[in-house]
């Protein structure tokens, strides 16, 4: 039985996705009050330049919910310095993008894309187990739990763990159930029937948001079965965070966790269903548009009616798309934060073989190295000859296209340092992720 009646409408149907022009028509017209598209796209890059096309294009007064997978990659937000919040030389080991240097594969996790998206937030690692949603609505709609309450509610038909905590994020609480007595409205989506102080509820969702003028966008992943559930730590775990004082904005670590226990192959149809099924009861759309976004055939189509606009999308990439995957692809953007507030982390001390007399200052703006004081020798004289020397090598050079730091500090130093100057080069080259 359906959840929603089903009405008679004069529905106009594409059997293929529409040209560049039509699809930028469809987005852009006022009557199309609601839509709702699911990507046919796995690549970050063009689900995020999607994403951004739609936020930029569509009317200033409709609502839009976007649903895609993405193939696995690590996603930083725009404010964040990448040396702080990956680890470079893993994700490097396992390809990267084509904008990193690429060698074996080292997780297991097969090729992890580097990508930067164009909203605020944290850190996150999307695969075939997550599902990212996307609602961009008009400012006056919008708030921060809207929607992540809708989120939940389709949650909670397969866990009754879910809520919204403090932070806006989805969690599963891990505590025992509560007497009945205890337990809070079922509507509420803030709390549930389950204990808290017990264990640390686990983080399933996260959420990043952008807002302009006209246009708000929340957007959000859900873990929902992660095959790469004991990687995804590794990945997030820069061996330079310690070290390095940064600009940029840092991520809020949380313990995480999937919101099914047991794979049965129809987790992500299973959620978008009761995604798009929220989505219409809370802007009182006719559930009719569930069959054409997830029929079996998974034909590309887009239907469209006198208010509605829903279907598959992401085969056919408008020049402005086009455009803006190639920019997420760039070095320039994948590896440039903008500036935020200065950085109070505690640094960790240094490793026990360290040479007492070596001496480690690099400052670098949007990627680019801009002074260094580095040095090894314990002569006064001969390590500002040194520091002089590596700030004539390093001054201005892209970060991500130094290979390696051994061979430019040893060919800068005498022999009586060698041993001392691999050991300062062999650290370099893990902070930076060589």
């Known amino acids: 039985m359906p959840r929603w009646p089903a009405v008679a409408r004069s529905i106009r149907l594409y059997s293929t996705l529409p040209s ?42 409709s609502t839009i ?11 930083i937000g725009r404010n964040q310095n990448p040396w702080l919040e990956v680890d470079l030389k893993l994700l490097n080991a396992n390809g990267g993008s084509s904008s990193a240097p690429e060698s074996g594969r080292g997780s297991g996790a097969g090729v992890v894309d580097l990508v930067r998206r164009r909203s605020g937030g944290g850190a996150v690692f999307h695969d075939e187990g997550n599902v990212n949603y996307s ?35 989805i969690v599963l609480d891990q505590g025992s159930l509560q ?14 029937s389950y204990a808290t102080s017990e264990k ?28 790469n559930l004991g990687t995804i730590g590794k990945f997030l775990a820069s061996p330079a965070r310690s070290y390095i004082k940064a600009r940029g904005v840092e991520s809020v670590r949380s313990p995480i966790g999937n919101v099914f226990g047991e794979r049965d192959g129809e987790e992500q149809a299973s959620f978008e269903r009761e995604v798009v099924g929220e989505f219409a009861k809370m802007y009182s759309i006719n559930g009719d548009i569930i069959a054409p976004l997830f029929e079996e055939s998974k034909i590309p189509r887009v239907c469209i009616d006198h208010e509605r606009c829903y279907g ?54 949007s990627g680019i190295i801009t002074s260094t004081k580095i040095s090894v020798s314990s002569d006064p004289r001969t390590a500002l000859e040194e520091e002089q020397e590596f700030e004539k090598t390093l001054g201005n050079r892209k970060v991500h296209e130094i290979p390696g730091f051994r061979d430019i500090l040893c060919e800068s130093t005498n022999n009586r340092t060698r041993d001392d100057t691999l050991v300062v080069a062999a650290w370099l080259d893990k902070m930076f992720g060589k």
């Not at 199309?32 to 569509?58: A, C, G, M, W």
């Not at 919910?65 to 990659?73: A, D, Q, R």
């Not at 007497?179 to 549930?192: G, I, L, Q, Y």
């Open 200 to 227: 640390t509820p686990l983080k399933v969702s996260g959420s990043a948001y952008k807002l302009t003028r006209e246009r708000s966008l929340h957007h959000g992943t859900c873990l929902l079965r992660s095959e």
């Open 65 to 75: 919910l976007f649903l895609y997978v993405n193939k696995p990659c690590v996603v």
């Open 135 to 169: 609602v961009i609505c008009p400012p006056a709609a919008f708030t921060r739990d809207k929607h992540a309450e809708m989120v939940t509610r389709a949650l909670r038909e397969f866990n009754p763990r879910a809520r919204v905590n403090e932070r806006h994020d």
């Open 312 to 365: 598959q999308i992401g085969g056919q990439l408008t020049d402005e798309v086009k455009s803006g995957v190639e920019e997420l692809k760039t070095p320039q953007f994948i590896l440039s934060s903008h500036a935020s507030d200065e950085d109070a982390t505690d640094r960790a001390p240094l490793p026990q073989n360290w040479p007492p007399s070596a001496r480690v200052y690099v400052k670098a703006r």
């Open 179 to 192: 007497e009945e007595a205890s337990r809070p409205d079922p509507n509420d989506m803030h709390r549930t």
């Open 20 to 61: 560049s022009h039509s699809l930028s028509s469809l987005i852009s017209n006022p009557a199309h009050k609601y839509q709702i598209y699911t990507s046919q796209s796995r690549d970050p890059f063009v689900n995020l330049s999607i994403e951004h096309y739609l936020l930029q294009k569509s009317h200033k007064d």
